[in-house]
């Protein structure tokens, strides 16, 4: 974590701070990726895992009904014919086909639905839709192909696979001691290796993609909410994942990007509590070759889930992230608290800003954009709650809370916490549009809330939210002194 300069009154120290903020992004930025694999083989893997989210229950009606480039999923859906199991079987037959999204029917989804079915669903029903990695690889697509000047690239493939479950801990979903669910992931790998082989094309499993966390939030079917248990296991996961696809499947040395999100807080059973989100956090910051895409809760929901928009939205966002960790070899770095200190009532907290300046904005809660109270941040001490007198922008890396009194002891500082339904207002200035637009389609199904005047028939923002989080401040004069 970068050490924060003192705390200083005029513009001309603030300037220095923020001076300061930005040299420490274009390093963090500026480190090279040479971990995971160059997209150089014939057929390129990307697969996901997780629960709900990220097998995209509540996905429906699906938006990205046509192949928008040349990417390839394995059968006739990224997922699997078993909506759970120890089995990928793929939908149709064991074959590359072009990329799009489908519906599946959750009692028998080898039953892909017609737009006449979706639009009889009950309004919470459960089938899976529009998932990430379908926006994620036709975003990663759009920019990989401008980037070689190129149409197209039939000799280097994008291939997407869903190997999750919904309705997981990340205790069933593991190697050891789970639902033998884990085995989807190694089939799914397996089956596109044995494709692959029989064309005597070359295969490499490019990344991995990982939404997961909701049920150690909430602590049901063996999930725990607990930081250092999380990141044990979330740990041991991926290393088991490595050595069984990437390693023992596809054959390769170097281990495959992991792309995760940030778990919404306000699936929470504990008041307060952002373990689980700050276990992804400290994951992406302590291991090689594992980032931190982004927070969901900017995105427009059904609720817990996403809705078809919001997943293909935050979809391109993975998919901007996959680009320049995988492509261009560069590392990623979300939008994230560098520190903060204290003097006084006054707290100032710098951020790790991808593209300043930092900006308020209204994220979608359901179908509308909603203010939060307080822009999301809640504020402590030794004794207790403290109310926050207000919240602005000091400079375009730097966040400065008033507190409602005189602070005692350590204040600490909580961002899109369950106390304020696992949201915030800040976000950064990336001028990055997505390669998709936001689709109204009442017709098979989307109530009247979710023709959004903002959104519709426009390109999805890719600004950068922060992810949740939660730091302590330290006095002005000690980082005054750290700095010197």
């Not at 001076?19 to 990307?46: D, V």
């Not at 149409?151 to 639902?179: C, M, W, Y």
């Not at 390693?247 to 495959?256: D, F, K, N, S, V």
């Not at 637009?437 to 009442?442: F, Q, T």
């Amino acid at each position: 974590m970068g050490c924060s300069l003192p705390l200083l009154a005029d513009e001309q120290a603030l300037a220095a701070r923020d001076a300061q903020n930005k040299r420490l992004t274009e390093q963090l930025m500026a480190k090279p990726n040479h971990l995971s694999p160059t997209p150089t083989a014939k057929y390129n893997h990307i697969i996901t895992y997780g629960q709900s989210l990220a097998s995209a229950a509540e996905g429906w009606p699906a938006l990205s009904k046509q192949p928008g480039y040349d990417n390839l999923m394995l059968g006739d859906s990224v997922r699997s014919a078993t909506f759970s199991g120890d089995r990928f079987v793929p939908v149709g037959e064991a074959a590359f086909k072009p990329l799009k999204a489908v519906v599946q029917y959750k009692r028998d989804p080898k039953v892909i639905l017609d737009s006449r079915a979706v639009a009889k669903l009950e309004k919470h029903a459960q089938e899976e839709g529009e998932s990430v990695e379908v926006g994620a690889l036709n975003m990663a697509r759009r920019l990989y192909l401008e980037k070689h000047g190129i149409k197209a690239d039939p000799e280097h493939l994008f291939v997407a696979s869903n190997a999750s479950t919904s309705g997981r801990s990340i205790a069933q979903l593991s190697k050891v001691d789970g639902t033998n669910e884990y085995r989807r992931v190694l089939q799914a790998v397996d089956q596109a290796k044995q494709i692959a082989d029989a064309e005597g094309a070359s295969y490499s499993l490019s990344a991995f993609v990982w939404l997961q966390g909701e049920y150690d939030y909430t602590q049901v079917q063996g999930g725990i909410n607990d930081k250092k248990n999380y990141k044990q296991m979330m740990h041991q996961l991926r290393d088991d994942l490595n050595a069984d696809t990437a390693q023992a499947i596809a054959g390769q040395q170097r281990m495959p990007a992991f792309i995760s999100y940030q778990t919404d807080a306000k699936s929470s059973v504990v008041d307060g509590s952002l373990d689980i989100g700050m276990a992804q956090w400290e994951l992406a910051r302590e291991e090689p070759n594992w980032y931190l895409a982004g927070p969901v809760y900017p995105y427009v929901d059904k609720g817990t889930h996403l809705s078809a928009n919001g997943y293909r939205w935050f979809g391109q966002m993975l998919g901007k992230v996959y680009h320049q960790v995988v492509v261009e070899r560069r590392n990623w770095v979300p939008l994230s608290p560098l520190g903060a200190t204290v003097e006084g009532r006054e707290i100032l907290i710098d951020f790790h800003v991808p593209h300043p300046p930092l900006a308020f904005d209204e994220p979608y809660l359901g179908y509308e954009a909603q203010m939060i109270e307080d822009r999301g941040f809640t504020l402590s001490d030794d004794h207790g709650e403290v109310p926050i007198e207000a919240v602005e922008l000091a400079a375009s890396t730097v966040v400065r809370l008033t507190a409602g009194r005189a602070l005692i002891g350590t204040p600490r500082i909580r961002y899109a916490s369950h106390a304020t339904g696992g949201a915030g207002e800040l976000r950064d200035s990336d001028p990055t549009l997505a390669d998709a637009n936001y689709e109204y389609l009442p017709d098979e199904g989307m109530p009247p809330d979710a023709n959004i005047n903002a959104l519709a028939d426009k390109p999805y923002p890719l600004h950068n939210w922060s992810i949740a989080f939660e730091i302590e401040a330290i006095a002005a004069s000690e980082a005054d002194q750290m700095q010197r």
